[in-house]
C-alpha cells in the first residue's frame, strides 16, 4: 500500500556565479521534474515543493516563481535557505 502523499528530495549542485536567475530557474525546474519522477508521481500530480537552497539560489527561485509553479504545476512553494540546493516533491 502506498501513501497519496509521497516525499522525495532531490538534490542537484550549482556551480559557478550566475548572474541571471532563469538559467538557475530552469536548472530547478529540471530537478523538480527528476524528484517528480523519482517519486513515481504523475506528470498531471500536483505537488507541494519546498526549495531548500544559498540564498542567492533562493532568489533566483523568487524571482522566476511564476515560471516554477507553470512548470512543475505546484501548488505552493516554500523556501529554506540551506548549504546546498535540495528540492522536495510531495503530492498537492
Known amino acids: 500500500f502506498f501513501s497519496s502523499r509521497r ?4 538534490y542537484i549542485s550549482v556551480t559557478g556565479v550566475q548572474t541571471c536567475a532563469l538559467p ?3 536548472d530547478l525546474v ?12 504523475q506528470v498531471s500530480d500536483r505537488i507541494a515543493l519546498t526549495l531548500s ?8 527561485a523568487r524571482t ?3 515560471l516554477l509553479v507553470e512548470e512543475t504545476l505546484a501548488t505552493s512553494v516554500s523556501y529554506a535557505e540551506a548549504d ?6 510531495t503530492r498537492a
Open 7 to 10: 516525499r522525495h528530495t532531490r
Open 24 to 26: 538557475i530557474s530552469r
Open 30 to 41: 529540471r530537478a523538480v521534474q527528476q524528484a517528480r519522477k523519482d517519486a513515481g508521481l
Open 53 to 60: 537552497a544559498p540564498a542567492a539560489t533562493l532568489e533566483a
Open 64 to 66: 522566476h516563481e511564476a
Open 84 to 89: 546546498e540546493v535540495a528540492v522536495e516533491v
